[in-house]
């Protein structure tokens, strides 16, 4: 299984960037689909995630402000993250797990924003 993540980069804060990761190889049907993110100095930690069937989670400090999404007939998951702030500047990584010994992770994306 690979996982291909793209669309970080800098804005301003206020404003908006959508990140893509693609997942490739054998993928079992039922999974969670996820985004991460790890900032400077901190332990990574759980952004949103999206279990197949449509079960959603966000953390309290996007809720609001980012939307998870997945492309099923891609096996593609999107974050759009809206009224971005400076404490979202992190590494983003993309994760997609069914089983303890299924646990794949995309190379991380960074996303800087600017005050």
């Known amino acids: 299984v690979q996982l291909q993540a793209s669309g970080g980069g800098l804005v301003h804060a206020g404003g908006s960037l959508r990140l893509s990761c693609a997942a490739s190889g054998s993928i079992f049907e039922i999974n969670v689909m996820g985004w991460y993110r790890q900032a400077p100095g901190k332990p990574r930690e759980l952004v949103a995630r999206?279990?197949?069937?449509?079960?959603?989670y966000y953390a309290e400090s996007v809720k609001g402000r980012f939307t998870i999404s997945r492309d099923y007939d891609k096996n593609t998951i999107y974050l759009q993250m809206d009224n971005l702030k400076p404490e979202d500047t992190a590494v983003y990584y993309c994760?997609?797990?069914?089983?303890?010994?299924?646990?794949?992770w995309g190379q991380g994306t960074q996303v800087t924003v600017s005050s």
């Open positions: 999206e279990l197949s069937g449509g079960d959603i």
């Open positions: 994760n997609l797990w069914w089983s303890i010994s299924e646990d794949h």
